[in-house]
């Protein structure tokens, strides 16, 4: 896998020396783009199809559950703690973590139960305080393709190849990009219109190039707004926000709470509070009722649909967290679960520049921002991704020579650019994952691909 270059030059003696390296530059990223494109074309496919799947995950989980999810509409609702109640007869040996209300009024309540080592919803009829159902967390199925989306099923070790392929797959569009520019060409057909009729290897080097290209701008900002949730890229940009003050404001309390446990560890909540740190309770005796916690989440107007997530332990809080299509509407409440004080409040007008422009990524990269169409636009982009890696391989496919891989052959004495050489430690340097495989890559090449005749007869 030759990719590294034997020297750094900038200035050619002459035109033909300069046009030389220039097409010498073009076969060498011709060759990167090819083996990124072989070795993270699947992972590509499977972001795009669970990707466009998740998309319509609200349509296809009222469909799916329609049953626990809708009830007939009644004249008075019964109250929640009585409703809490009828759960915990029903799972003695449970512990009840959350409460969400009926939001709509045809729509079930529901309370989250951990169960020995199982959580699961158990859905309640608001109007009559009956048990619908339940469904184990881990066995609906969004969720698991959340998880296959967001690290393959297989934990830490999946998050970070996910990573590493979208960080990829930024490179790959780069790549894509300088090899696409028409340079001289002028003709439309084959740079901004496919031709479908001048044989079977330009159709499908059209279809791979001028979709690319079309979609181009889609595809980065898909890309770019799901790096926020991967694991090292994700903490990164989380640690920039909280050290620059541009996610969430410092002290919503007006003083340094005693809890270092964020947010996330005790409740969904949006990206710009994930960080959050969870205050602690006053002393007390008799927690608040959740009727009490419900009117407190009312009168400051959080957005319907929020979920009540119980406190853990005496110095544990009520917090209250919605997470809406909009992110203008998203909240996130702690509550003192003695005095019922709401000792921090954080809303969208309360995050700072990057925390807002984060959140209105996310909820485009969810498909969630502008309804439908966005929908739509996102699985038109998933689509074409899909389209875009697989014409890839079929171009390989057709060309490739009898038992060899067929990668594109790298020039002799091939000397990188010092401008190029620049950009590559740039792209390393913004995403570490990248410049990880790329010292790996190099490592194989010199010690694997040129040592070993049988390997670089086969790599070509």
């Known amino acids: 896998m030759a990719t590294s270059a034997q020297t750094v030059q900038d200035h050619p003696s002459n035109p033909k020396e300069e046009q030389g390296k220039v097409k010498q530059l073009y076969s060498a990223i011709w060759r990167w783009h090819f083996y990124a494109g072989i070795i993270f074309a699947p992972f590509i496919v499977m972001l795009s199809i669970t990707g466009a799947i998740y998309l319509f995950k609200t349509q296809i989980e009222n469909w799916m559950y329609q049953d626990f999810y809708y009830i007939q509409a009644g004249q008075q609702k019964v109250q929640p703690s009585a409703q809490?109640?009828?759960v915990k007869k029903a799972y003695p040996k449970g512990t009840i973590t959350s409460y969400q209300p009926s939001f709509e009024a045809n729509r079930t309540s529901q309370v989250g139960v951990q169960n020995s080592k199982q959580s699961f919803t158990v859905f309640v009829n608001p109007y009559d305080g009956k048990i619908v159902g339940q469904l184990n967390d881990e066995d609906r199925l969004m969720g698991k393709i959340e998880k296959l989306h967001g690290e393959l099923m297989v934990g830490t070790v999946g998050d970070r190849l996910v990573e590493l392929a979208a960080c990829w797959?930024?490179?790959?569009?780069?790549t894509g990009i300088y090899l696409w520019w028409p340079r001289e060409r002028k003709a439309l057909y084959g740079i901004l219109i496919p031709?479908?009729?001048?044989?079977?290897?330009?159709?499908?080097?059209?279809?791979?190039a001028v979709t690319a290209f079309w979609l181009s701008a889609f595809v980065a900002l898909l890309i770019i707004t799901g790096l926020p949730w991967s694991?090292?890229?994700g903490d990164m940009i989380n640690r920039v926000a909280t050290a620059t003050h541009t996610g969430y404001p410092p002290f919503l309390w007006g003083a340094k709470p005693e809890s270092t446990i964020p947010t996330k560890d005790v409740a969904k909540v949006a990206w710009a509070a994930e960080q959050l740190p969870v205050?602690?309770?006053?002393?007390?005796?008799?927690?608040?009722?959740?009727?009490?916690?419900?009117?407190i989440t009312e009168e400051k107007k959080v957005y319907p649909g929020y979920n009540i997530n119980f406190p853990e332990g005496e110095k544990g809080v009520y917090t209250v967290s919605v997470y809406p299509d909009q992110p203008e509407n998203q909240a996130t409440i702690h509550i003192d679960q003695y005095s019922g004080k709401v000792l921090a409040?954080?809303?969208?007008?309360?995050?700072?520049?990057?925390?807002?422009?984060?959140?209105?990524?996310?909820?485009?990269?969810?498909g969630h921002y502008f309804g439908f169409f966005n929908q739509i636009l996102g699985l038109v982009t998933c689509l074409g991704l899909i389209a875009v890696a697989g014409s890839g391989l079929v171009m390989w496919w057709k060309r490739r020579p009898q038992g060899k891989l067929g990668a594109p052959s790298l020039p002799k004495n091939f000397k990188m650019m010092r401008w190029v050489a620049i950009i590559?430690?740039?792209?390393g340097v913004l995403f570490p994952l990248v410049g990880v495989s790329l010292i790996i890559a190099l490592l194989l090449d010199f010690l694997v691909v040129r040592k070993i005749p049988k390997v670089k007869q086969w790599v070509g």
């Not at 797959?169 to 780069?174: E, G, K, S, T, Y």
């Not at 590559?424 to 792209?427: F, G, N, T």
């Open 169 to 174: 797959a930024i490179i790959l569009l780069i």
């Open 231 to 233: 694991g090292l890229m």
């Open 279 to 295: 205050p602690s309770s006053s002393s007390g005796i008799q927690p608040i009722s959740v009727e009490q916690v419900m009117k």
């Open 195 to 208: 031709r479908l009729s001048k044989g079977k290897r330009l159709f499908w080097r059209d279809m791979h």
């Open 345 to 366: 409040d954080l809303r969208f007008k309360d995050y700072g520049p990057l925390a807002k422009v984060i959140s209105i990524g996310i909820a485009l990269h969810e």
């Open 424 to 427: 590559i430690i740039a792209l």
């Open 84 to 86: 809490l109640a009828e």
